[in-house]
């Protein structure tokens, strides 16, 4: 496994969160009481991967340092770092102190891979033992390179469906994709609908979901659906599509066109 340092930082300097202890006489000032988190900086923020690093598993070396004013020997001192989108922990631990007054920090050594796409939140936070501090927040990006495309296994859908004479009934369309960089790096499962008689419908292509919901049966078994609700009509009730299902993957990798037909009758 190969260190590849990368060097880019970001100061945040926004979004300053107070938490404050309430009290019955004379509030306390977490400005004067309490320690200030008044700066972060994470390095690197923005790390992006390119096909000469070749694909492999790496370690990012992740610098967090923050300015800290009103730090006492009490002090609980921290940081937490998730992914972005989950919520999921990824790191925590304390903070120490550098060699600069009201400067703390860690070095993060973080596991990816070149060919990973991810959004990390890091928080670092300060309070005392009376509940008065802060905390501060800054993102990581790492943005990965595809080595393998998308590839949709399989695509079914209803051949013909009759309308219903009242209500609507529900044509899924349903497409199993798989990605050999990891199922993460899939971006979008698609359909294009297009009428055989007027052309790619309004709205086409639509994104399918694998949420369990919208008409998707099972969340995140990479059976991706779309689902059309079909009612009765007099205006030109028999139809005949044409469908097509592609993927696309994060790194812009697109997979091949698989393609079926579709016919609504009265």
Do not use: H
Not at 189 to 194: E, F, H, P, S
């Amino acid at each position: 496994m190969k260190k590849l340092l990368l060097y880019s930082s970001v100061s945040v300097l926004t979004g300053l969160f107070l938490l404050n202890c309430d009290s019955t006489t004379n509030p306390s000032n977490s400005f004067t009481d309490g320690p200030e988190v008044t700066e972060l900086t994470i390095t690197p923020s923005d790390v992006n991967f390119v096909p000469a690093d070749g694909f492999k598993d790496t370690t990012l070396t992740i610098s967090v340092l923050s300015t800290i004013e009103n730090v006492t020997e009490a002090t609980t001192l921290g940081y937490v770092l998730r992914d972005k989108n989950t919520q999921l922990l990824i790191s925590e631990g304390e903070l120490a102190a550098a060699s600069e007054t009201d400067v703390y920090g860690i070095d993060l050594s973080l596991e990816t891979t070149t060919t990973s796409f991810e959004e990390l939140i890091t928080e670092v936070y300060a309070y005392n033992p009376n509940g008065n501090g802060n905390f501060f927040q800054a993102a990581i990006s790492i943005s990965g390179f595809s080595n393998n495309p998308p590839e949709i296994l399989e695509a079914n859908n209803p051949d013909t469906l009759i309308r219903p004479e009242s209500g609507e009934i529900i044509a899924r369309f349903t497409s199993k994709v798989r990605d050999l960089d990891g199922q993460s790096s899939i971006d979008q499962v698609l359909i294009r609908v297009i009428n055989k008689a007027s052309g790619e419908v309004s709205g086409s292509p639509f994104q399918m979901v694998d949420n369990g919901t919208s008409g998707d049966i099972t969340a995140n078994d990479s059976t991706f659906t779309w689902a059309l609700p079909v009612t009765a009509t007099e205006d030109n009730p028999n139809r005949d599509f044409d469908i097509e299902y592609f993927a696309i993957d994060l790194g812009g990798l697109m997979s091949d066109t698989v393609r079926t037909t579709f016919s609504i009758r009265e």
